[in-house]
């Protein structure tokens, strides 16, 4: 089992943030990790992106170049990267923020109304748990009850408070796996 | 054991806090500065020293003064501010003091840029500054490996009284994997009774490179030397990755050693014998590793995030019984492991 995943959006999105706790799921499941945060003078709305390999056995290199599952954000991170995802791969979009879709035809498509949905919760920011949510769902890599752990971990002790919002994001995405559109092979 | 998510840049520093880092001094450079930050945050609760300098010149002068004084200690920095600290590593190396001297390479030359290089080989190995000296250099490739070595760096450094460093890059600095934290068993290590520690009844202790008789510091380079040749015999290390029945050996270390991993692993699937060495120490350089495998080597490939530098100690190695061919991205540019595979491919070509 491996599993090479890019995340990419704005700066802001929290994509980092879904990158680590997807990582930390995997490792907390005696799986092996790596995750790369794209870095250089970045800034908030600038483009971020990182790279996360789950794998049973050593990570050889944790620079991915085709990856399994590419989750975009934004439309330029799905001009940049939907050509490198291979074939059979997966690749989740927020549509919210994309209103075109990759010229593929081997690879599945997932559509997220993620902005949508976290704005119906109440908090925009929780997009990104949406979109975890629906990886997690439709790839079944890690346990849901292991994510919403890390989720847990991850918030610092004066934000437990905004536990609940996350879960209930996270959840969203997740049942959100019965009823998304799938186009494509696989 | 308690598993931990952790950037390179951040573990390193932990680790350096239990392997009983004293005293850390250094100035802020990406893409180092999660280690300064770190240390700054932790080090004045543990009870330790953290300072930021005023320059990098300032920095490496502080650690000879703690170094001198029989603290352990460190420094961190990238490229440029390795460059700035030159001199105060050969004086260093010449008074004979340990230390931990961390370089998170960055592409150069000059200011270059903040991407993850591994230029600064010659500068490393070589030392960049003046004088007959070396410095005992560890190269990790993961983030494990990192926190690993700085109990041996401390340590190495104690044992034979000479600067360590660890040469890692922007990539190994900023990426996250688990990282468990071993407590390892102590090793024996010397009393400092060279340390000026105020003399309370013992004899003077001078801390100096300066001998203006040269007599006397042909003496010291002697002794220098012979201190050296102990190292090389003693403390190579490296790995081999799917050596046993290889005939093509890529030769990479650190980050690029990850990604040579994954062409090595693509060019097994396309029925290519192809091993991997992965030096760990890149001073002393781990010649043996190459002894071991000429039986069956047809060539070698040396893949850097440079123009071509370690390539001179593995055409050393190899010593004209097999052909050496390079492959390296310079400027911050990494390498995918299809470019490696495709190099491998024309390495068999060009051999049979």
Redesign the interface.
Known sequence: MKLETIMAGFGGQGIMLMG?IL??SA?MENK??????S???EMRGGTANCMVVISDRR?????I?HPDVLVAMNKPSMEKFSPLVKPGGLIILNISMIDDRPARGDVDILEVDAGKIADALGNSKVANMVVLGALVGKTGIVDKKTVLNSIDCFLPSHRKSMYEINEKAFIKGLELMAGVTLKGVG | ME?L?MKGNEALAEAAIRAGCQCFFGYPIT?QSELPAYLAREMPKRGRVFLQAESEIAAINMVYGAAGAGARVMTSSSGPGISLKQEGISYLCGAELPCLIVNIVRGGPGLGD??PAQSDYFQATRGGGHGDYRTIVFAPSSVQELVDLVYDAFDLADIYRNPVMILGD??LG?????VVFREKPRRQLPPKTWATTGKKGRGQNIITSLYLDPVKLEQHNWKLDKKYREIMARECRWEVINGDDAEYFVVAYG?CA??A??A??MARSAGVKAGLIRPVTLWPYPQKAFDDVMNRAKAFLTVELSLGQMIDDVKLSVNGRAPVYFYGRPGGM?P???DIFNEILKMKGASV
């Open positions: 680590e990582a930390h490792m092996e990790v790596s995750w790369i945060p870095y250089g003078p990570i050889a290199s944790p620079i170049s | 598993k998510l893409p903040i991407q922007g990539i900023q990426m996250m994997e688990p980050i990850r990604i991993f994954s090595i692993e990494v995918t492991a299809e």
